[in-house]
């Protein structure tokens, strides 16, 4: 956290003497069109999370063969006037100012990782990255089609539209963020006490992928009301389930997390729906999971 303030720090403090270098020191005359490339860079490489995995010379130099290259556009030809040192000026202050805008976003890429990792990686002991837990899940699938038995999946996520109710003081999308982390902590507590011991539970992006051994469909409805009441009752919050479950044409477990996690996103979509058109809400009865057939 220290070095994130210490870069945005310098960062501000580069930025407050690049706009003021003109007063500073008379020969340098820095172009309005550069001044406009510099700061429109340093805002796109802070905004777009995965620029800071983007290898360092790409970001360096990309936006200094652009700007060379608008220059160029321009009619401005650098190599055969007397402009070139003021052109390479500029060419070194967006390759800075590209570095330290990657370096902070960087640490706040950091920084939300740490967050997460606290407030889920670490609540229950069933609990662990989909990377990682999808082994054992494989296992399980193989050994649900080798004896015949029922097995099924659940996509579990959150509808984001309810953080608002929890957190109705929310407003910057740094805020939104955390909060939504928060959220998924405590979903991720309640499924560690809602569910058996045998049951494998992981975090994929942001949501949890739940593997049900001996779990057929009709058990699902039944389960999925459960977890339903149980995180509306201790958060006030809603979940959306999604679920499939192994059958002649879904038999591998890629197909399965595919089914379910389609299954969740459409129920999204119809509680987005419902909302627009002004429908009462479903009742828990009406919960149920639809799925996609695939061919």
């Not at 996103?265 to 009406?286: F, H, K, N, Q, V």
């Amino acid at each position: 956290m220290k070095r994130l303030r210490f870069l945005i720090t310098i960062i501000i403090l580069w930025l407050f003497l690049l706009y003021s270098i003109e007063r500073l020191s008379e020969p340098i005359n820095i172009s309005a069109m550069a001044y406009v490339f510099i700061a429109a860079v340093a805002a796109l490489t802070v905004l777009i999370p995965r620029l800071h995995q983007v290898p360092v010379w790409l970001i360096v130099g990309g936006p200094v063969l652009v700007f060379l290259a608008l220059k160029i556009w321009q009619g401005h030809h650098p190599q055969w006037d007397k402009a070139i040192p003021l052109v390479v000026t500029e060419m070194s202050f967006i390759a800075l100012t590209s570095l330290l805008a990657r370096q902070v976003n960087h640490m706040l890429g950091e920084f939300e990782k740490a967050a997460a990792d606290l407030t889920i990686g670490m609540v229950g002991k069933s609990i662990c990255p989909f990377a990682t837990g999808q082994g054992e899940m494989y296992r399980e699938v193989r050994r649900a089609r080798t004896h015949q038995r029922p097995l099924s999946i659940m996509a579990i996520g959150l509808e984001e539209k309810t953080l608002l109710a929890l957190l109705p003081r929310m407003l910057a999308e740094a805020q939104q963020a955390m909060g939504k982390h928060i959220a998924l902590s405590g979903i991720a507590k309640v499924l560690d006490e809602e569910l058996e011991d045998y049951h494998i539970i992981a975090k994929q992006n942001n949501h949890f992928i739940v593997l049900l051994p001996e779990t057929d469909q009709k058990d699902l409805t039944t389960l999925e009301r459960q977890l339903y009441e149980a995180v509306s009752k201790r958060m006030g919050v809603t979940l959306k389930i999604g679920s499939s479950s192994l059958s002649n044409s879904v038999v591998t477990f890629e197909r399965l997390v595919e089914e379910a996690t389609v299954a969740m996103e459409i129920r999204e979509e119809a509680a987005i729906d419902m909302e627009a058109t002004e429908e009462p809400s479903p009742s828990l009865g009406s919960l149920t999971t639809r799925h996609r057939t695939l061919s």
